[in-house]
Nanobody, 122 residues
Framework: QVQLVESGGGLVQAGGSLRLSCAAS????????MGWFRQAPGKEREFVAA????????YYADHVKGRFTISRDNAKNTVYLQMNSLKPEDTAVYYC???????????????WGQGTQVTVSS
């Protein structure tokens, strides 16, 4: 069982930056790949970024590539999402998720956090 808690969301102006964190419980964090997803009002949850268990491989959705960076610190049981050059269309609830093997599909993840709201004003 993995419990995930996101933090770092908030209100930011377009062009600004935020850094999301996701803290995991337990001693199996390093055995799980991690992903970030987001869900805007009235839309389906979508993939944002993912990182392998050792951090050596990362994946990004096309609409965040070059602006967002996913990273992890296995010693701190934490995964991060650095978001730069934010746009109003990035407004959503952001979720972190965990599974044994890295994937980019929402349905493949086994554990989910409660989400953190990111609002980008124009």
């Amino acid at each position: 069982q993995v419990q995930l808690v996101e933090s770092g969301g908030g209100l930011v102006q377009a062009g600004g930056s935020l850094r999301l964190s996701c803290a995991a419980s337990g001693r199996t964090f390093s055995m799980h790949a991690m992903g970030w997803f987001r869900q805007a009002p009235g839309k389906e949850r979508e993939f944002v970024a993912a990182i392998s268990r050792n951090g050596g491989t990362t994946y990004y959705a096309d609409h965040v590539k070059g602006r967002f960076t996913i990273s992890r610190d296995n010693a701190k049981n934490t995964v991060y999402l650095q978001m730069n050059s934010l746009k109003p269309e990035d407004t959503a609830v952001y979720y972190c998720a965990a599974r044994r093997v890295v994937a980019t599909t929402t349905g493949d993840y086994d554990y989910w956090g409660q989400g953190t709201q990111v609002t980008v004003s124009s």
